[in-house]
């Protein structure tokens, strides 16, 4: 792939905002947008918790990165990667190589907050309750920073909004 970063990856913890941004950032600039976990259930035909419950996290976590492999070769497109999509180092520089990686940071409270009420199907989050889902998600976050915060612009994912992202992308890329 040619030196210029072209795409742009949306990295963070679950529930961080990443798809709401992309989306946002679609509008803004007029590229194609695509969201990883929504492209994995489309081409398993089952929700991630079932994945993830039938044939298990390695498989889902090679899913993962066969289609990062395909999105790099897009024209320059937007993507919302899973949140264990940049803890793979392959992954993470795969992204580095061919785009611009944003981290949505959000603080242990902001995500417990947000994840308490909006669980869903993550198949991380089952059966995690109060106290324990607040644990796991300040263990989970501790871990995976050490690789969310290879990004190249960090941002405050619940108080940027996207024009503010779409500068500092452009600034960048300048």
């Avoid at 072209?6 to 709401?20: A, P, Q």
């Avoid at 793979?88 to 603080?107: A, F, H, I, P």
């Avoid at 941002?155 to 996207?162: A, K, Q």
Wanted: hydrophobic content about 40%; some cysteine.
């Amino acid at each position: 792939m040619a030196e210029k970063k072209s795409h742009i990856y949306l990295t963070g913890f679950m529930g961080s905002g990443k798809t709401s941004m992309g989306k946002a950032l679609a509008d803004i600039s007029g590229s194609v947008f695509f969201d990883m976990d929504n492209i994995v259930e489309g081409s398993q035909n089952m929700k991630i918790a079932d994945i993830f419950k039938v044939k298990g996290e390695p498989y889902f976590r090679e899913l993962e990165h066969r289609l990062l492999v395909e999105l790099e070769k897009f024209e320059p497109c937007i993507i919302a990667t899973g949140g264990g999509v940049p803890c793979d180092e392959q992954n993470l520089q795969l992204m580095k190589r061919s785009g611009v990686v944003v981290y949505m940071k959000c603080t242990t409270d902001e995500l417990f907050q947000w994840l308490e009420i909006n669980k869903g199907d993550r198949p991380l989050l089952a059966g995690k309750e109060g106290v324990e889902l607040l644990a796991w998600i300040e263990a989970e976050l501790q871990r995976r920073e050490v690789y969310y915060e290879q990004a190249d612009i960090i941002v405050d994912g619940y108080h940027i909004s996207p024009e503010d992202l779409w500068e500092k992308i452009i600034a960048l890329r300048a």
